[in-house]
Structures are given as C-alpha cells and as structure tokens.
C-alpha cells in the first residue's frame, strides 16, 4: 500500500523547489551582468588608453612612432605600472615600437577591421584593442583579463 504525503509536506517541498530555482537563475544572472560589465570597462579601458596615446604619436618617415616627451614619458611609465601592453606597428605589420609585455602576444594579430579580440597566452587571455592610424600602420593596446577572471571566480565560488 502506497502511503501518501500530507498536502502540507508536498506544498513545502514544491516551495522549496521553485525557491532554489529561482535562485539558481538569479546567480546566473548576476554573474552574467557582472562579466558583461567587467568586459565592457576592461574595453573603455584600452579606448582610453589608446586615445591617450594616438596624442602622442608622430610619423617619421612613414613610421608612426612615440614622441618623446616627458608627457609620453609619464604615460609610458603609469601604463607599465598598469600592466597595459603597447606596440606601433607599420602596414605590413611588422612591429615599430612598443612597451609592456606585448612579447608574449602573437605579432600577428589580426590587423582588420575587428577593433577588439580576445588573444589567450602563456601567462592568460589578454584583451586586445587594434585601432588603424591613417595609412602609417596600427595602434595595438593589450591589458590582461586576469583581474576579471579573479573576480568571476570569486563570486561563483562563493
């Protein structure tokens, strides 16, 4: 004979169950909010950060290359501190100048019209800002994903 739970007992267990679900869509949904906003500043970032430095370029005989001036001295050495990545490049993308860890990035990163890739590395994926300038070559801005991996990671295991 089949013994049956009290209406009180399956009510309780069917609250539960719709509790717990609706709180496993909320975490994904606040995770997903999260990552998409970590993505978008990290992308601000190397806007920023590559309109700083087109400021600072010149051409010198159809090479875009930095000035030197203490300004761009200033800039160069906060981006360091930062663990930004920088590299100049020509039309046929060989590599002109550059500061950071731009090393372990691939030099030939895709140079269309895509402004924004994501390049995973030895050390981790980077994302990475290509911006054209003019006919003279290619800005290419890199900063490293791995704080907003730290941070996802964080909230998932907590």
Known sequence: MKKLLPIRIKLTLWYVLFLGVILFAFSILIY??????LHSETDSSLRIVSSQLLANIEIVQNYPVFKKTVEMDSLTNRLLAEGFAVRLMDNSGSIVEGFGPFGILKASIDLTDKEFSSVSTSVGVWRIFTLQ????GWIQVGESLSSVRVALFRLSSS
Do not use: K, V
């Not at 300038?133 to 003279?136: A, E, K, L």
């Open 32 to 37: 997903m909010i999260l990552s998409a906003q």
């Open 133 to 136: 300038i003019g006919q003279w």
